[in-house]
């Protein structure tokens, strides 16, 4: 397994662009969460899902964050429109509730920048 | 609500010195207690647990449950080991859900 996937991996985008963060978790796990990772705050959840199903999204900034999984391999961050505060890099993570501990496998990131 | 706070975002040692990276979490239950590392240009991954008890790269944990601390050691460090260190917390019943601490960033000096 190639492990957690995510595209893209860098995105330079201007401020009032639609971005769009993409994520294929691990084949067979049921949680998949989205993470923001910032040198003043450090990592963020920002979402998460369980079998599809969003769980708890407290941690989305504000409206401009959506965030969908239409089927257990694919799932999708969105901002819209993206702010230069909004410069981070996204993580995408997920897990087995067949696991006897609560280990998340993480991507590789996307780093986005915002101008 | 529970919350991990890791109070130094950068830590500098030489090489063979011993570190210390430290961990306080708030939380009313038995949580369990993890730290992740980040080396340069590789994902985050885990690197202990608490319920292990086991060592890692030379690492240990020292979960002290009356100071609610969970801190990261190593006798002598490595340059290798430079990295970003995360301290998380799941809470019991969190259905999987991870609190992160902001992070230590580690550098160790030849």
């Known amino acids: 397994d190639a492990g957690v996937i995510q595209s893209p991996r860098h995105e330079v985008t201007e401020m009032g662009q639609e971005v769009t963060l993409r994520c294929k978790p691990i084949?067979?796990?049921?949680?998949l969460f989205w993470y923001r990772q910032t040198m003043m705050r450090g990592l963020e959840l920002l979402i998460y899902f369980n079998n599809n199903v969003p769980i708890d999204d407290s941690g989305m900034p504000e409206d401009r964050f959506s965030a969908k999984m239409p089927n257990a391999s694919f799932s999708t961050l969105k901002i819209q429109p993206s702010e230069p505060r909004d410069s981070a890099v996204y993580f995408c993570a997920s897990s087995s509730r067949v696991m006897s501990y609560n280990e998340q496998f993480f991507g590789p990131g996307t780093r986005l920048t915002v101008l | 609500a529970q919350r991990v706070t890791q109070p130094e975002k950068l830590l500098s040692v030489f090489k063979g010195a011993p570190v210390e990276l430290k961990c306080n979490y708030s939380y009313s239950g038995s949580p369990e207690l993890f730290w992740y590392v980040q080396y340069s240009r590789q994902r985050l991954q885990l690197l202990l647990r608490h319920i292990s008890r086991e060592s890692i790269k030379g690492f240990t944990t020292d979960l002290n449950k009356g100071e609610t601390s969970f801190h990261l050691k190593k006798p002598f460090a490595q340059e290798e080991d430079s990295a970003m260190y995360y301290c998380a917390l799941s809470a019991s019943g969190s259905a999987r859900q991870l609190t992160f601490g902001s992070g230590t960033q580690l550098t160790v000096l030849p």
């Open positions: 084949s067979g796990h049921d949680y």
